[in-house]
């Protein structure tokens, strides 16, 4: 069975940095393509970032572009996601999300595409 466990949010001041991880257990993780969402009060659920399996290209949505970088780690089964240069906007519930389905770029920023996802951690950009 496969799970994916978010970590790493808090509370930080406009500019500052954060990163968070998401470790998957159970199945192939390099099998996995990898992604980020994230969920304000009020709006929708938001792609973020992602990587595809068997790629080390990653894909940002325009809004993060230039201040958050996703990298992942196969042996640990583990993918980051690192905030930089904060804004209140980012302001959200980010969730880790994992599938084994290949998917094409149309529809990586889809969350109904990912099969797993974890149960979100709090991100809160402040001052």
């Known amino acids: 069975q496969v799970q994916v466990v978010e970590s790493g949010g808090g509370l930080v001041q406009p500019g500052g940095s954060l990163r968070l991880s998401c470790v998957v257990t159970g199945g192939t993780f390099s099998n996995f393509a990898m992604a980020w969402f994230r969920q304000a009060p009020g709006k929708e659920r938001e792609f973020v970032s992602a990587?595809?399996?068997?790629?080390?290209?990653?894909y940002h949505a325009d809004s993060v572009k230039g201040r958050f970088a996703l990298s992942r780690d196969n042996a640990k089964k583990t993918v980051h996601l690192q905030m930089n240069n904060l804004k209140p906007e980012d302001t959200a519930v980010y969730y880790c999300?994992?599938?084994?389905?290949?998917?094409?770029?149309?529809?990586?920023?889809?969350?109904?595409?990912?099969?797993?996802w974890g149960q979100g951690t709090q991100v809160t950009v402040s001052s």
């Open positions: 990587s595809r399996r068997g790629s080390s290209n990653t």
């Open positions: 999300a994992a599938t084994s389905t290949g998917l094409i770029l149309s529809t990586l920023r889809i969350p109904t595409s990912y099969d797993y």
